[in-house]
């Protein structure tokens, strides 16, 4: 039955897990597989096209396992390839957009600070959504280079992490910032730590819940809601060391989380796009 099928989820790494449980909590029977693809993250730092062919082989691999509709846990990803995947396949596509216009609504200093991957600020899907919604406001754009990468690295806590947090928060609480958009998913694992160092009066917000709403307006509308005749359940990709992967989804997910290396075509075929074509070899 087709409405029975799953919902492919997938981000650079563990970032989307955020999304994904705003996504259980959200359609607690539908079934959901997720690919972290922790072998090529950060994508912050990659060009489009390397992520457009890591979009376009990890949704190749969803579909293949039966996805009935595709969530860019991603926003980098999304600002890199959500019209590309958009135009490539007919079915839903839901993609992440960073919560700018609650925060720009609920201000009252007049200014909001936004953090995001580099990637994502380029991108002309979040200039959009600037012209679009930002006008309200003052909205800072501060690049974190290296957050996703400790995230990554389980260290949801520690110093390293406090010290770069501080760092790309300092100069936006120098602003008066009263609110504070995570515009990548990898940082509302970080919510707890950004919210102290930011201070009670900031407020912290997120996508993850809107997102999840949104994939159960788009299943609705196209008639593919599961059934509610038992629990969903969840299957789990890495691109990466699957045995550090393993221990990070025990801490965030479950401990019994079922997980699996990507296969390796699925790195092959993109790995072939982002080095392009092959140099002719050299007559020795
Ligand atoms: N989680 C991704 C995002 O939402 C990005 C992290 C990365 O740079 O890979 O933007």
């Not at 596509?93 to 953090?115: F, H, N, Q, Y």
């Not at 990468?149 to 390293?160: H, Q, S, T």
């Amino acid at each position: 039955m087709t409405a029975r099928r799953p919902i492919g989820v997938f981000d650079s790494g563990i970032g989307g897990l955020t999304v994904l449980h705003e996504i259980r909590r959200e359609l607690p029977h539908e079934d959901l597989l997720y690919v972290a693809d922790s072998g090529h993250a950060p994508y912050g730092d990659k060009s489009s096209a390397a992520i457009e062919a890591r979009s376009l082989a990890i949704t190749e691999f969803l579909l293949a396992q039966g996805a009935k509709a595709v969530v860019m846990a991603c926003n980098t990803a999304t600002g890199a390839a959500a019209a590309l995947l958009r135009a490539c396949y007919p079915l839903p596509i839901v993609a992440m957009e960073p919560a700018v216009k609650p925060a720009v609504e609920r201000t009252r200093s007049g200014t909001v600070g936004v953090l995001a991957t580099r990637q994502t600020f380029a991108s002309p899907a979040f200039a959009r959504l600037l012209e679009r919604v930002g006008t309200g406001a003052e909205v800072l754009l501060q690049p974190c280079p290296g957050l996703a990468e400790r995230v990554e690295a389980g260290d949801l806590n520690g110093e390293a992490t406090r010290r770069l947090l501080a760092r790309f928060l300092a100069p936006l609480l120098k602003r008066e910032v009263d609110t504070l958009v995570l515009g990548c998913t990898h940082y509302p694992h970080l919510t707890p730590l950004i919210q102290s160092l930011a201070g009670p009066e900031v407020t912290v917000l997120d996508s993850g819940v809107a997102v999840a709403r949104q994939v159960r307006r788009r299943l609705t509308e196209a008639g593919l809601l599961a059934p509610a005749d038992r629990p969903g359940r969840e299957r789990f990709w890495t691109s990466g060391d699957p045995s550090g992967a393993r221990e990070l989804l025990a801490r965030l997910w479950r401990v019994d989380a079922l997980l699996q290396p990507l296969p390796e075509e699925v790195e092959a075929d993109a790995t072939a796009e982002l080095l392009g074509p092959r140099p002719l070899l050299s007559p020795t």
